[in-house]
């Protein structure tokens, strides 16, 4: 059974960092396109980063490029959003989503989610 379940989320000053991990199990991440989503309060979902395959490089959406880095840990099937420098617009919730191969990584393309774990940051 397919699962991925999100860590490290909490609550931070404006310029702190966090490290957000996802977990999989009943799939290879290494093996997957995997993206980060951000929902912050009253809107939609919206895309942040997509590592299409471990050979291609890693799309950073403006707002986070050079803030985030996103890694990934064949060996424990997981990866890894580093956040650092943290903002307030950071603020909401962050979830990892993975499929089977995708240049890109739109959300209703994406064929396993988790649940989420919630960031806070304050001003």
């Known amino acids: 059974q397919v699962q991925l379940v999100e860590s490290g989320g909490g609550l931070v000053q404006s310029g702190g960092s966090l490290r957000l991990s996802c977990a999989a199990s009943g799939l290879t991440l290494d093996a997957s396109s995997i993206a980060w989503f951000h929902q912050a309060p009253g809107k939609e979902r919206e895309g942040m980063i997509c590592?299409?395959?471990?050979?291609?490089?890693?799309y950073y959406e403006d707002s986070v490029k050079g803030r985030f880095t996103f890694s990934r840990n064949a060996t424990e099937n997981t990866v890894v959003l580093q956040m650092n420098t943290l903002k307030p617009e950071d603020t909401g919730v962050w979830y990892c989503a993975t499929r089977a191969w995708g240049e890109r990584c739109p959300p209703n393309d994406m064929e396993f989610w988790g649940k989420g774990t919630l960031v806070i940051v304050s001003p």
């Open positions: 590592a299409p395959s471990v050979d291609k490089d890693t």
